[in-house]
């Protein structure tokens, strides 16, 4: 059984860890908002292209106190790169060149939206909010990262998706496997629930992994749903 104690000590691991890694020194300061006794912060990379078809940045939000990071977000934004997109396998392929998360979430999509309908056939950006590490529980944090997250998307608009999964149990499984842990259970749900309040997302439908959406600015995509391979009728023979 997992204890509180263990979530927090996994918690700080993992902010201690997103802090060292991260590529300051490849991000451009794009503002930096004050409120009370938090700083925060967002960064952005150049878009960079492997196929000349699909074109992807890095985006990182933190919250810091002093010197003291509290809080780190970190997203990927995705575009066409001619405005013109081709066809959601040529997505998958483009996203596996970048990561095993962007890959998963776009072959998420593929089966979440039909074809003609892709978030990116809008012409808008897709965010992919990759993660969020938040070693301590403070009520001055997601205020902070809300209004951070709309000043750094919400103009552009676009379709923003996440999967919710509690950090802490990566590379966590032990002899038992996380799905069967009732306490990882619980977190995911409370997580969901967190990001349904706190960011207005959404749950997309018939997924059990924790996969949420929500249209971001003005952006009014239409809505995910299980996309199913229609079988062929029967061939009826001409001599019936």
Partial sequence: ???RKWILQRR???LAEMVEASPLYSLKKLFAL?????VTSCRRSSFVSEDGEFKSRAIEINCRQGLEVRAIAKFREWDTCNGYFTDGSDFIMSADMISQADYECAEMIADHWPEHKHPLESGEP?????RLVIAVPDPDIWPALTTAIDKAFKQRGGTMVLKAFPLEWEGAAGDCPV????MFGRRLAAMRNLYRRK???QDIPENEEGWMWKALGHAMPP??????EVEDPPS???DT
């Fill in 1 to 3: 059984m997992r204890s």
């Fill in 12 to 14: 700080a691991t993992a």
């Fill in 34 to 38: 004050e409120s009370g006794r938090l």
């Fill in 126 to 130: 897709l965010i992919i909010f990759d």
């Fill in 179 to 182: 799905g069967e842990e009732p």
């Fill in 199 to 201: 960011l207005g997302m």
């Fill in 223 to 228: 809505n995910p749903v299980r996309v199913r």
């Fill in 236 to 238: 009826v023979s001409e």
